[in-house]
Structure formats: C-alpha cells, structure tokens
C-alpha cells in the first residue's frame, strides 16, 4: 500500500473508532456540561440527566475527532447540509417546556442530528421526527439505533448501583425506546401519525402553521421558536380547545430557518 493511502486508511479508522469511544472524560464534561446548564437556569432534574448521559461528540459527523472538548460547551454546531446541532441550553429549555409525561407522543420538526430527539426519547417520549434534508434523514435514521443500544446498556449498568434500588428495567420497556424518522417537510406534520401530545419544532417558523395545531391533542403543548434566524421568541402554546391556546413567552433564541419543502 502506497504511503498516503495507508496514512488515509488510519485516518478512517480513527475516525470511526473515535466516533463510538465514550470515555471518563468524556463523561465528565457532559457532567459540567449539565451543571453548566442549570446555572442556566434548567431546573428538570430528567432533562439534565438525560444531557448528562448522551454522548454529544457523537453527533457531528466524520469531523468530530478534532472537536471533542467543543462538543460539551454550549454551543451549536455544524452537521452537514448547512443546518446545525442546537446549542444544550436551547436543547433543554424547550425540553423541559415540554413538560413531557412517560409515553407520550412527541412530534418532531427538524430532526438534523438526532440529538434532541434522544433527549426526548430519555425522558420516556414515543417520539415522531420529520427531517426535510435527505442526506440528514438518511445519515440519522441509520445512527440513532447505535446509540440508543449504547445508552440501553449504559442504563441497564447504572441501575445495578446500590443508590437505585429495584425500578422497572428499560429493557422491559421497549415501547420507550421509540424514535421513528420520517423524510419530509415539517410544515405538513405527520397526518397519518396525529393526534400527538406534544409538537416541538427546532427550526425558527415565521408564522404558525394550521396544520400543526389541527395535529395537537386538546391540552397538549407546542413549543417553537417563532420569528427569523437571529431573532426568534420561544413560545409554548397550550391547546385548550380547538379554537383557544394559552400562549407563553420564554426569551430570545437562534435557530436555522425552517424552510417550505423537501430536499433529496
Ligand atoms: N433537532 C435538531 C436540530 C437541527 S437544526 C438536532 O438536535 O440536531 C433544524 C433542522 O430542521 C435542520 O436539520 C433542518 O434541515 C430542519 N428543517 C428545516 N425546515 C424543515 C421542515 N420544513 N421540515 C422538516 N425539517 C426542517
């Protein structure tokens, strides 16, 4: 073998063990990570486990190896196809505005990295992710299976520790271990799927779509950032009844645009 073939060779290979290693240090960041976070003002205790246990580094793509440390500070990051992986703060706030209950069905719009959907999948979520990108769609459809084994067994070892004592096993709830990827555009939502409990959208919409509210179950939640890229509201409407939301405000934030259409 020529020498800068072999050179490429070991390349990919650190690349794809790098991409599945997941080591103390890595665990601890993810720790200050979490407490970073609720210095931030993120009070679930679900949500910041669940930031605490999903390998982050893992979500970039084949350039991660050179950003390992940068995958557990609070920023986003580039994923490909010109979208990114939201910043954990983002991730968590509209986490936890959720206000998910065990087995509840989440739609998801923007499913770009899968990181979010895993969140939201930890905290006992059936969730329904729609992606416009192809590329996106197909990349994280075919990842999300591997970490959601790695966390499974993470899990299933954290509950050996005597601190938590005889909870049903996750492996006898596979029903929560439930993230279904679908290519398409957001702003049509999953028909076939709805009504859901809860609708998360992780791109800024200019303006809300009907679509989206007929597919939310009275009394559920929609959480959104509503406005352009650099200047957008996170709101969270409550379904009261066909016609009637509560609507709340939580602060500025930055998103990707969502956009009308799919893209293959
Ligand atoms: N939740 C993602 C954040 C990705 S950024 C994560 O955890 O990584 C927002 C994503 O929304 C992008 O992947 C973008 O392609 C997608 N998106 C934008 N408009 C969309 C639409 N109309 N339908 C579906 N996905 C859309």
């Known amino acids: ?3 800068k073939n072999f050179s490429s060779v070991i390349l990919v290979v650190g690349l794809l063990t790098m991409q599945h290693t997941d080591t103390y240090r ?15 003002g993120i009070s679930d205790e679900n949500v910041l486990a669940a930031i605490g246990r999903i390998p982050r580094h ?12 940068y995958a557990y500070e609070d920023e986003a990051f580039n994923i490909g196809a010109g979208q990114t992986i939201s910043r954990p703060h983002t991730v968590a706030r509209q986490s936890e505005l959720l206000e998910i209950k065990p087995g509840e069905k989440i739609l998801e719009i923007g499913t770009g990295s899968g990181y979010q959907a895993l969140v939201l999948m930890l905290l006992k979520a059936k969730v329904y992710s729609i992606e416009r990108h192809k590329s996106l769609y197909e990349r994280t459809s075919k990842f999300l ?14 509950k050996v520790k005597p601190a938590e004592p005889a909870k049903r096993t996750w492996k006898n709830e596979p029903e929560y271990w439930n993230i279904k990827c679908f290519f398409g555009d957001g702003f049509e939502g999953l028909p076939m799927h709805a009504p859901f409990d809860k609708i998360i959208i ?30 957008c509201d996170m709101m969270c ?3 009261q009844n066909d016609n009637d939301f509560t609507k709340e405000v939580y602060g500025k934030f930055a998103f990707v645009p969502m956009l009308k259409g799919k893209v293959s």
């Open 26 to 40: 890595h665990k601890g960041l993810r720790k200050e990570l979490a407490a970073k976070l609720r210095t931030k």
């Open 237 to 239: 409407w409550t379904k």
């Open 1 to 3: 073998m020529k020498k």
């Open 58 to 69: 893992w979500f970039f793509g084949s350039d991660t190896i050179f950003y390992e440390t």
């Open 145 to 158: 299976p591997s970490v959601k084994e790695y966390l499974m067994e993470h899990l299933e070892k954290e």
């Open 202 to 231: 992780t791109a800024a919409i200019p303006e809300m779509a009907e679509k989206l509210l007929a597919q939310l179950s009275v009394g559920g939640k929609i959480v959104f950032p509503l406005g352009t890229e650099d200047n």
